[in-house]
């Protein structure tokens, strides 16, 4: 089963390499969790983020000094975001957004890496 906020999905986006925005709606979905966590399908093809209960070191806390009004959770981890580039052969110049869909049935969000928009670097 597939849940949207208010006609709107959920959505992260990366700019230009440095910053992962997380939308305030994909948190919502995830009932606004204190820890988030990211998975890979094994098949390359999407990316999923899920609530944690707690810190390990496969998590990363959502706190409020890190929420953009605008953009929602920042997440400023640039080996991670590297990484997250790397996997979804995004490359590292460009602003790339992805649209994702809770699944309620892993209480997850996925992001198909199929399905992303990019924008020119120059152009932010």
Not at 81 to 110: H, K, N, P, S
Request: aromatic share 12%.
């Amino acid at each position: 089963m597939s849940v949207y906020i208010k006609g709107h999905r959920p959505g992260i986006r990366i700019s230009k390499g440095r910053v992962m925005s997380v939308s305030m709606k994909t948190l919502r979905v995830l009932g606004c969790p204190k820890f988030i966590q990211f998975w890979y399908s094994p098949k390359g093809n999407a990316l999923f983020i899920g609530a944690a209960d707690e810190q390990t070191s496969l998590s990363f806390p959502v706190k409020e000094r890190y929420y953009n009004s605008k953009s929602g959770f920042q997440l400023q981890n640039g080996s991670f975001i590297r990484a997250v580039q790397d996997f979804a052969e995004w490359g590292r110049c460009a602003t790339c957004a992805v649209d994702g869909e809770y699944l309620d049935a892993i209480g997850m969000v996925a992001f198909p890496l199929n399905d992303t928009r990019m924008e020119d670097y120059d152009n932010e």
